[in-house]
């Protein structure tokens, strides 16, 4: 039997695409060492699992382009991943979140609406 994907599963690739995406870049932060060189980073625990989230976020969204065009699914995984982060890194870095990048993450969002809506 052929397994033939939703829609709908595709969509939720992308969610998961955005969510690894998300876990990467707070593991490749994690793993940033300020007086480190550049060989501590790459062997770096954070590091390697950041390129492991990085990975599978390629597989989801690979798997989710067999259905969806780019066109819409690469401005929805950013966007999603913008807001991810955002939100993240604001609740486990303690990155503090201004209005200005309040308002620049809703006009990223609304313009990935108006490009998802097509």
Do not use: C, H, R
Request: charged fraction near 5%; proline fraction near 3%; aromatic fraction near 12%.
């Amino acid at each position: 039997m052929i397994f033939k994907m939703a829609s709908s599963t595709a969509w939720i690739l992308i969610l998961l695409a955005a969510v690894n995406s998300t876990i990467g870049n707070l593991l490749l932060k994690k793993a940033s060492v300020p007086a480190g060189n550049f060989l501590d980073m790459v062997i770096n625990p954070f590091f390697i699992a950041g390129l492991i989230f990085y990975g599978v976020n390629v597989l989801l969204f690979a798997k989710a382009l067999e259905i969806l065009p780019v066109s819409t699914a690469y401005p929805v995984l950013a966007g999603g991943g913008f807001l991810f982060l955002v939100v993240a890194s604001n609740l486990y870095l303690g990155e503090m979140v201004g209005i200005s990048q309040m308002l620049g993450i809703f006009f990223i969002l609304a313009g990935v609406f108006l490009l998802a809506k097509g």
